[in-house]
């Protein structure tokens, strides 16, 4: 069973409607949680983090997070032909810098 | 604030030649992790220092290997590569350890022929 796991997608949304990205993840006790988006060619860009069950909005981007049912989540809003990209979603177990990255979900968003 | 930069962005070697890779992480943070992503594996984590100590290492061979300096800056070693070495290097540096976000750098293309 991988650690973390997202559908690779790709995910197509019409510009302007809300893109919805999943991921669940394996161990119980990960303590901190990460979208990173990665346009093709570039490195991970960070988007953002959560810790605590609940929602966490920034800007056009709300992470979502359910620690009893072992899921992050990231919503777009008002999507952008800009936003298309590979969406990785990284789950820190403990209190060291070991990240396990999903394999990323693709995100098209068309004009 | 400048971000994480890493030396070289490209490299082409020959297999069983050796490499090193540099990276220096955001003014300030003292924790540095290299991973390794390829199109069929993802992003592989290889090994974290902190405070010039290697604490966490992933599942790769010996020939990967690494150092941290007292400046925080960190190198990357790969010896006797293979093909299969092939791919985009990547460090990423925080401020420390625990519940702390992780920032990338650009990331060194690596080939081996």
């Known amino acids: 069973q991988k650690e973390v796991e997202q559908n690779s997608g790709p995910l197509s949304v019409p510009e302007g409607a809300i893109a919805s990205l999943n991921c669940t993840y394996s161990?119980?006790?990960?303590?901190?949680f990460f979208w990173y988006r990665q346009y093709s060619g570039k490195s991970p860009e960070l988007i953002m983090s959560?810790?605590?069950?609940g929602d966490k909005e920034d800007g056009r981007f709300t992470a979502q997070l359910n620690k009893a049912s072992q899921y992050v989540s990231l919503l777009i809003r008002d999507s952008q032909p800009s936003d298309s990209a590979t969406y990785l979603c990284?789950?820190?177990?403990?209190?060291?810098?070991?990240?396990?990255f999903g394999s990323g979900t693709k995100l098209n968003v068309k004009p | 604030k400048a971000g994480v930069t890493q030396t070289p962005r490209y490299l082409i070697k020959t297999r069983g030649q050796q490499v090193t890779l540099s990276c220096s992480p955001i003014?300030?943070?003292?924790?540095v992790s290299w991973y390794q992503q390829t199109p069929g594996q993802g992003l592989q984590f290889l090994f974290e220092?902190?405070?010039?100590?290697?604490?966490n290492k992933g599942n790769f061979p010996g020939r990967f290997s690494g150092r941290q300096f007292s400046n925080s800056r960190s190198e990357m070693n790969v010896s006797t590569l293979e093909l299969g070495d092939s791919a985009l290097y990547l460090c990423?540096?925080?401020?420390?350890?625990?519940?702390?976000?992780?920032?990338f750098g650009p990331g060194t293309r690596l080939t081996v022929t």
């Open positions: 990423a540096s925080s401020l420390g350890q625990g519940l702390y976000e992780q920032y």
């Open positions: 161990d119980r006790g990960s303590q901190s």
């Open positions: 959560i810790y605590s069950n």
């Open positions: 990284a789950v820190n177990k403990d209190n060291f810098n070991k990240f396990y």
């Open positions: 003014s300030g943070h003292r924790s």
């Open positions: 220092y902190f405070s010039e100590t290697q604490r």
